[in-house]
């Protein structure tokens, strides 16, 4: 995955884009939220179709994640990002517990923090 180093206006996103964190087969999000300089929520998507949808109601089998991305203006004049997020599945056994809370999360937690340290460090190098 390469990253901009610069912002693109028309990389700008919109409801229902989709973001893919990586090449075809890589888990890929949809916009489901967004108010532009705020906050964006993405939501997993199905692997096949890239579209976010909720479980149906009394679904035994489902994945549900979503993530948010939050700015906030501080008193000090600078912006603080906070991200957050969540996710849902069933059924609840070893496997499947094995495989999103004891492999997914930490690997997820070591690119989440890699992510935002490369977004500090580029906007601190930017505000001077």
Known sequence: MQNAVSIHPEWE????DRVR????????????????GKWLLLAGADFKTAVATLPEPGATQYVNYSWLFHLTEQADGSTRLLTRNRTDYA???FASRLTWEWITDPIGFVMLRKMLLTI?????SHSH
């Open 91 to 93: 059924p609840r056994t």
């Open 120 to 124: 500090q460090q580029r906007a601190e």
């Open 13 to 16: 996103l919109k409801l229902g």
């Open 21 to 36: 964190l990586g090449p075809e087969g890589y888990p890929v999000h949809q916009v489901v939220g967004l108010e532009r």
